[in-house]
């Protein structure tokens, strides 16, 4: 009994920290293979969980994650037979699935506070926020966001300002700093605006419609109150950011932000689809013509293939491994879909088809299982779901013993 409280309050320190370094980290490094301070405290959850595994003598395997590892497997099948084996960006795929199996299987045996790794996160990126908002070089409509550190890409940005948002769904509801978290999550709206990331920008917009949608069909009184509240909260968010925005755009001189980028929508009307992708559509088409229809061209090959990364995970999927690679990316969203409806808490849940939709939708614009935010988001998933009832894993419940 001792040990394993001793464990969790190790562990709920170490997570917690873990969770808000991830976005600190991204603005010198965008792989967790960075060598930040993040991944050395990753390196610490490892060892926690084979603690956890000693003491426990279980391991929990998602559905989920199992689909993500057979993802990996077909593909590397085609890479026997060459030799351009991309092994960094394979061991950096192999290091988040270890990390996030790590994750899942210390909250499910240690007492933690998933409340404690909601706002560790949360208030992580909204110090990158606030570094960018003072430190970045806003307007370039929409094609680059600089720091001091190096240039980042606006839509990668974006990812972490949709899994902050997400996050404020679970917040919302507490009695205590809704005040702060309404601030907080109006500069993530208006770092939204400033960066111009069309795909960021479809992606809340398409989410938050997808939360008032299950606001509005929800049925039970006492949920109806809760979920006033967080749509009334978020509503104020996004109106303190339209009005900020619009307020630096009238009395700031040099502020040149003119939605260039998000603009291009328009271009959907008139057909010109390889316009508005930024010219996606041809390194998809070369993508999908220069592999083979069933085994595909390796793991992780896109690049080396074609020469460009794809921006597009449901491509690249097909292209690296074939049909199959393909049919096992869309079981994995269908598994993940399935887990957000089975989680509880209604503020969670909110949290949770949040973050399931903006990274489905975030998937047909970036190679985003390279990005930080795809695996936080992913591990925040994971996290409300067992935080919000661990009666719920149970053998036959998308968990193997």
């Known amino acids: 009994m001792k040990k394993s409280s001793f464990l969790s309050r190790i562990s709920n320190m170490v997570i917690s920290l873990y969770l808000f370094t991830i976005p600190l980290d991204f603005i010198t490094g965008r792989y967790l293979m960075g060598l930040g301070l993040s991944t050395i405290l990753s390196v610490i959850i490892v060892i926690l969980f084979l603690f956890v595994l000693l003491l426990k003598k279980e391991l929990f395997i998602p559905k989920e994650i199992m689909l993500l590892v057979l993802l990996c497997l077909i593909g590397l099948l085609p890479l026997i037979f060459t030799y351009q084996i991309p092994i960094n960006r394979i061991i950096t795929f192999v290091y988040y699935i270890l990390v996030i199996l790590s994750l899942i299987n210390i909250l499910k045996f240690c007492d933690l506070k998933v409340s404690f790794f909601i706002k560790a996160s ?35 940005i974006g990812g972490f300002f949709f ?12 009695k205590k700093g809704r005040i702060i978290y309404t601030v907080i999550s109006s500069l993530f709206f208006v770092t939204l605006l400033l960066i111009q990331s069309k795909t960021a920008f479809i992606c809340v917009f398409v989410a938050l419609v997808a939360v008032l949608i299950f606001g509005i069909k929800t049925n039970k009184v ?32 040099d502020f040149n932000v003119d939605f260039a980028d998000i603009s291009r929508l328009d271009q959907l009307l008139d057909d ?5 992708t930024t010219g996606r559509m041809d390194i998809w088409i070369e993508g999908i013509e220069s592999a083979p229809m069933l085994w595909g061209t390796g793991f992780m090959t896109y690049r080396d293939i074609v020469g460009r990364p794809a921006h597009n995970t449901y491509v690249a999927s097909f292209v690296e491994g074939g049909i199959l690679g393909l049919v096992v990316l869309l079981l994995f969203f269908i598994y993940l879909f399935i887990r957000v409806k089975k989680i509880i808490n ?25 990005y930080k935010f795809f695996w936080l988001g992913l591990i925040m998933i994971f996290t409300i779901y067992i935080g919000s009832d661990k009666t719920q894993l149970k053998k036959t419940d998308s968990l193997l013993l």
């Open 222 to 253: 006492s949920i109806i109150e809760k979920t006033k509240k967080t749509l009334k909260l978020s509503s104020i968010a996004l109106l303190l950011a339209i009005i900020v925005f619009f307020s630096l755009k009238i009395f700031l001189d």
């Open 163 to 174: 899994v902050g948002i997400a996050f404020t769904f679970s917040l919302f509801n507490e």
């Open 272 to 276: 010109n689809i390889n316009d508005v």
């Open 346 to 370: 209604i503020n969670y849940f909110y949290t949770g088809i949040f973050l399931a939709i903006c990274i489905l939708l975030f998937s047909g614009g970036n190679d985003i299982m390279e």
């Open 122 to 156: 949360y208030f992580g990126i909204a110090i990158m926020c606030l570094y960018l908002l003072f430190n970045g070089t806003m307007g370039y409509g929409g094609t680059r966001l600089t720091t001091i550190e190096r240039d980042m890409n606006p839509n990668v």
